[in-house]
């Protein structure tokens, strides 16, 4: 496994991380997920990632149990709060309120003393910034969370972010976790470049567009059993006979490079220096084990170019 400095602060996390995100404490079978964790651990990995809102909290307890039987320094943990998580008007956002009850709900579910990172699950346009950051740069000062992360900010909401944090001497954003692949780039025009400025790191989720980099889709019309895009209507819509002809093509490309399409994909991500880890899903040990072999993986100019010739 490779490591990568996570934004501009001093804290390394795994090229390859592990998700929750559609899977733990919910349609993965218990036994499975545990083993997923551990074995992404066994094999160097060493972030983990989860959210308040995954399964209404089950992602976190399964996630927390299963980490508990490993040093507590030996692994970076992350954690979000934005989403729905009653019924009441302030069971959502980023109020103070909201964040400081969530972090201590969190840390409950995940039988932790702190997180690694706190993510704004999104951006709240109801709750001033400042709120936010002073309720956060609290939590940090409290020791309960070391690092303060956004997710899906646009580089305005970010710029602006900082400058707050600055003006009153708030602990600053130091990584977004956007959406990120060869289908879905739009992070290339304006994101990459504050944050290669600004020190925020990009910890990208959904690197294999949800298992079509996998290759695992011959058809649009033919969805395998059991597959996510099987279960959810939104993810089945992405999955169209274009963006399959590209993945057969690209499969030519991994093929003479000895890598499986997966991992050639999460390679070409892993190309930019501001991404610090590719957050990827795994709901069987064998995907972990299969994932982890992108790390350190270097693509020569020729082949990015052959591979944007495709993607463009």
């Known amino acids: ?50 959210a308040n809102v995954y399964e209404k909290g089950a992602a976190e307890k399964l996630l927390g149990e299963t980490l508990r039987g490993f040093p507590r320094e030996s692994y970076v943990l992350a954690t979000k709060v934005y989403g729905v998580m009653g019924d009441g008007p302030n069971d959502r956002g980023l109020s103070r309120k909201h964040i400081t009850e969530q972090c201590h709900a969190s840390l409950k579910r995940l039988g932790a003393d702190y997180v690694d990172i706190m993510y704004c699950h999104r951006y709240d346009p109801e709750t001033p910034i400042e709120e936010t950051l002073r309720t956060l740069d609290d939590l940090v000062r409290q020791g309960k969370v070391l690092y303060v992360g956004v997710s899906e900010w646009t580089a305005a909401q970010m710029t602006e972010a900082l400058a707050v944090a600055d003006r009153y001497l708030l602990d600053r954003i130091v990584v977004n976790q956007p959406i990120y692949n060869m289908f879905e780039r739009y992070i290339e025009k304006e994101i990459i470049p504050l944050g290669e400025r600004k020190g925020i790191g990009q910890v990208v989720f959904s690197p294999l567009a949800q298992g079509l980099l996998t290759g695992k ?93 495709i993607i463009a």
Request: proline fraction near 1%; glycine fraction near 10%; charge should be negative.
């Open 217 to 309: 889709y011959s058809s649009a019309e033919d969805i395998p059993e059991g597959s996510r895009a099987s279960r959810l209507e939104w993810m089945r819509k992405g999955v169209t006979e274009e963006k399959i002809a590209k993945v057969r093509q690209l499969g030519k490309i991994a093929a003479e490079l000895d890598l499986s399409v997966g991992n050639l994909a999460l390679a070409w991500i892993l190309r930019q220096s501001n991404v610090a880890s590719a957050l990827v899903g795994a709901s069987r040990p064998e995907q972990v084990e299969e994932n982890v072999k992108a790390a350190g993986v270097e693509l020569s100019g020729e082949v990015l170019s052959r591979i944007d010739e």
């Open 1 to 50: 496994m490779k490591y990568r400095r996570l934004g501009g602060s001093g804290l390394k996390v795994s090229e390859i991380s592990l998700g929750s995100w559609l899977t733990y404490g919910g349609y993965v079978e218990r036994e499975n997920a545990v083993r997923a964790i551990e074995t992404a651990y066994g094999l160097g990995v060493n972030f983990f990632d989860t």
